[in-house]
T-cell receptor, first 115, second 111 residues
Framework: DTEVTQTPKHLVMGMTNKKSLKCEQHMGHRAMYWYKQKAKKPPELMFV???????INESVPSRFSPECPNSSLLNLHLHALQPEDSALYLC??????????????FGDGTRLSIL | DAKTTQPNSMESNEEEPVHLPCNHS???????IHWYRQLPSQGPEYVIHGLTSNVNNRMASLAIAEDRKSSTLILHRATLRDAAVYYC????????????FGKGTKLSVKP
């Protein structure tokens, strides 16, 4: 069982739909992350939030819009996605540390399919 | 973040030790060596990390070469549940140091 919960587990949407992915953690972590993972590829970092503020955006298209409403929740709003955006979307959290020695805890992801 | 090189795949027998190598010849003095693994249909899972000295935890051991240009993740007794993709990642200790995943090693465990 993972301590980072992602919903929904599966999502199928059309290119004109608007949907949101949700991520929740109750470990008191103040850093939260979104990753995208295509089939048989490693995860790729999309966004980093630190103390509820966006600190890193890895040149992600604007059709992906992250939101961190509080220290336990992280959302990823989706709009006008393309078929190539079909992937596993992973959320992670960690303690904030200046020394990069804090492990990240991952959810099991939302598998997204764009029709 | 510096790059790492891992074999694409490895095979092991159940209940035998497994040594997963990682080369990181361009590692800097402040880089931590992290290992994560990803089981099928799951998110990545933290395994272990170290800076200079060898490290042990309940999951595995990490052996770091004296010059820090390579490291080895050691699973002492492989089980079927250890079949996963294992990622060796360097994180810059001078900053938040985000995870940059390489291709990893796919470990198969035979009964």
């Amino acid at each position: 069982d993972t301590e980072v919960t992602q919903t929904p587990k599966h999502l199928v949407m059309g290119m004109t739909n608007k949907k949101s992915l949700k991520c929740e953690q109750h470990m008191g972590h103040r850093a939260m992350y979104w990753y995208k993972q295509k089939a048989k590829k490693p995860p790729e970092l999309m966004f980093v939030y630190s103390y509820e503020k966006l600190s890193i955006n890895e040149s992600v298209p604007s059709r992906f819009s992250p939101e961190c409403p509080n220290s336990s929740l992280l959302n990823l709003h989706l709009h006008a996605l393309q078929p190539e955006d079909s992937a596993l979307y992973l959320c992670a959290s960690s303690q904030v540390s200046r020394y990069s020695n804090q492990p990240q805890h991952f959810g099991d992801g939302t598998r997204l399919s764009i029709l | 973040d510096a790059k790492t090189t891992q074999p694409n795949s490895m095979e092991s027998n159940e209940e035998e030790p497994v040594h997963l190598p990682c080369n990181h010849s361009t590692i800097s003095g402040t880089d931590y060596i992290h290992w994560y693994r990803q089981l099928p249909s799951q998110g990545p899972e933290y395994v272990i990390h170290g800076l200079t000295s060898n490290v042990n935890n309940r999951m595995a051991s990490l052996a770091i070469a004296e010059d820090r240009k390579s490291s080895t993740l050691i699973l002492h007794r492989a089980t079927l549940r250890d079949a996963a993709v294992y990622y060796c990642i360097l994180r810059d200790g001078g900053s938040q140091g985000n995870l940059i995943f390489g291709k990893g090693t796919k470990l198969s465990v035979k009964p």
